[in-house]
């Protein structure tokens, strides 16, 4: 492994999905999407915030180590890395159950032989009074917060990459972006589901900022769309799934909320759940941007 001198680029993947409380429907549109990432080159693919199930959190929570395996197959299946967004769990790394009946909400990124190489659990939880049909959100309600940040070595045939692991509202705090970038960070993964009014608001020019803060690649995965609950609530994601370089330019995204059916045959439909924003990390450019605009040699207050 090299010291990311290196003039090769690094081809990511964040998906787009409009997930349900179908988890199995849901776990065919993240194999279909992980499986056409893989064909159009990806090392490594994000999967958005509640990938497996938009709501039914306890449920789903249950469900925690086998959907985990899951996932973790599919990457073991085609060899490539893959950071499930986000699963609810009912315990703490250390395997103490979380008091108060409430959950952690854990990201996990698994390596190309299935392993799991890191578990992050969300720090920022999502509190808001927001203009939608849901008013008012309290993830706190249900989860408690993670305390630790995490790295996690992506090892390629050509160098190691480090990823910084945040979820959703942790977008909104510059300072554990910066603590990430000081902990080795050259990527961000940011997988999430927005609500379509902060979206709206605030979603592109987040990625943007915290690409600026930390020099890193962010990579934002997203939920959109209307997602049916069972007790007939329906929750608006904003989409707009992007990857951002270091310098605050969006390299490629989707941009849209609903995801556009457009397959024409059955065999295609496996194909409509998802979309696919590809872009490559050029290290060697990242670096040089870094040396050009030192930010954090000059960092005097963290």
């Known amino acids: 492994m090299n010291e990311k001198t290196n003039h090769h680029q690094f081809a990511t993947a964040a998906i787009q999905m409009n997930s349900q409380q179908d988890v199995e429907q849901n776990l065919k549109d993240i194999k279909a999407a ?23 959190q306890f449920a789903t929570a249950e469900r925690f180590d086998e959907l985990s395996a899951t996932i973790a197959d599919y ?17 703490r790394p250390d395997g103490v ?44 309600a249900t ?12 090892e390629t045939e050509d160098a190691v990459y480090q990823l ?23 990527i961000l993964s940011a997988p999430s589901a927005f609500t379509y009014l902060t979206g709206q608001a605030h979603w592109s020019l987040l990625l943007r900022a915290r690409a600026l803060d930390s020099q890193c690649m962010v990579i934002g995965a997203a939920q959109g769309g209307d997602h049916v609950y069972k007790n007939g609530n329906i929750r608006q994601t904003w989409g707009h799934t992007a990857i951002t370089a270091y310098d605050g330019t969006v390299i490629n995204s989707y941009d849209d909320s609903t995801l556009n059916d457009t397959a024409d045959s059955i065999a295609d439909k496996n194909y409509a759940n998802h979309a696919i924003v590809m872009a490559s990390l050029d290290i060697q450019s990242q670096e040089q941007g870094r040396q050009k605009l030192p930010i954090f040699d000059c960092h005097r207050l963290a």
């Open 34 to 56: 992980i499986s056409e990432a893989y064909r159009q080159g990806a090392k490594l693919v994000v999967l958005p915030e509640n990938c497996c199930s938009m709501g039914e």
């Open 75 to 91: 990457a073991n299946t085609y060899g490539i890395y893959v950071l499930a967004g986000s699963l609810p769990c009912s315990y």
């Open 97 to 140: 159950i979380v008091p108060d009946g409430r959950l952690r909400q854990v990201s996990q990124l698994f390596a190309p032989d299935g392993t799991r190489v890191a578990r992050y659990d969300k720090i920022h939880l999502f509190t808001a009074t927001v203009a939608d049909k849901q008013g008012s959100y309290n993830e706190a």
């Open 143 to 154: 989860f408690e917060p993670g305390t630790q940040t995490v790295i996690a070595p992506i």
């Open 164 to 186: 910084g692991m945040m979820v959703c509202f942790d977008l909104r705090f510059p300072a554990l972006a910066q603590r990430l970038r000081q902990a080795g960070a050259d």
